[in-house]
Nanobody, 119 residues
Framework: VQLQAFGGGLVQAGGSLRLSCEASGRTYGTYKMGWFRQAPGKEREFVAR????????YYANSVKGRFAISRDNAKNTVYLQMDSLKPEDTAVYYC?????????????WGQGTQVTVSS
């Protein structure tokens, strides 16, 4: 399984970006996909996730109301729409997938895409 993330870049505070992450390989039965981020000098933190079958979503409090995660099952792609961006959203963003046979942990990770928000 491979995950490829796209869509990072430089944006001014208050702006928007949309990240995409396409999964390829043996993805049948994916349990969930998520986005994480890691800012310089900080630990990786959870941003959002989506259950693949139900579409239920969960967000970190820091992004709730500003970010939206969605999926396209046919394309095995997860998106992260980021609006009202703040300088503190600056980080490398990673997508991750929880794929059978064992549900629970994220088994696969993308390469990361840089998001920089200028003030």
């Amino acid at each position: 399984v491979q995950l490829q993330a796209f869509g990072g870049g430089l944006v001014q505070a208050g702006g928007s970006l949309r990240l995409s992450c396409e999964a390829s390989g043996r993805t049948y039965g994916t349990y969930k996909m998520g986005w994480f981020r890691q800012a310089p000098g900080k630990e990786r933190e959870f941003v959002a996730r989506i259950n693949w079958s139900s579409g239920m979503t969960y967000y970190a409090n820091s992004v709730k109301g500003r970010f939206a995660i969605s999926r396209d099952n046919a394309k095995n792609t997860v998106y992260l729409q980021m609006d009202s961006l703040k300088p503190e959203d600056t980080a490398v963003y990673y997508c991750a997938a929880d794929i059978p046979p064992v549900e629970g942990l994220y088994d696969y990770w993308g390469q990361g895409t840089q998001v920089t928000v200028s003030s």
